[in-house]
């Protein structure tokens, strides 16, 4: 029984031994060249033009949120359109149009309160 499992140890085991050798080889044969500007907590080199701890508005958050909302709306609506027809009948459609109209109302407010303004 375990025996058909030898491939797949040896896989692992290649795998492993390829992602060490190419560690150490990118260690030892690398160039270093280490510079002030590559120090820095950045990207490539570059050398920032502003602090890294800058403070975002509530907006941003909000903004973040409302979008995770509005995404899973779209997730459970694709399983529900491939279903509805062959399982959930006119209930599911009946939920499905409850579920849509909140999340509608919900829109309306948040639009209202200006939720969804940039400045």
Known sequence: MLFNYLPLLAFLILVVAVAVGMTVASTALGPRHPTVAKGLPYECGIV????????????????????????????????????VRSHLHMFGFVEMVVFVALLGVALLYVWRKGALEWD
């Open 48 to 83: 920032p033009a502003e602090a890294a701890r800058r403070r975002f508005s509530v907006s941003f958050y909000l903004t973040a949120m409302l979008f995770i909302v509005f995404d899973v709306e779209a997730i459970f609506l694709y399983p529900w359109a491939v279903i």
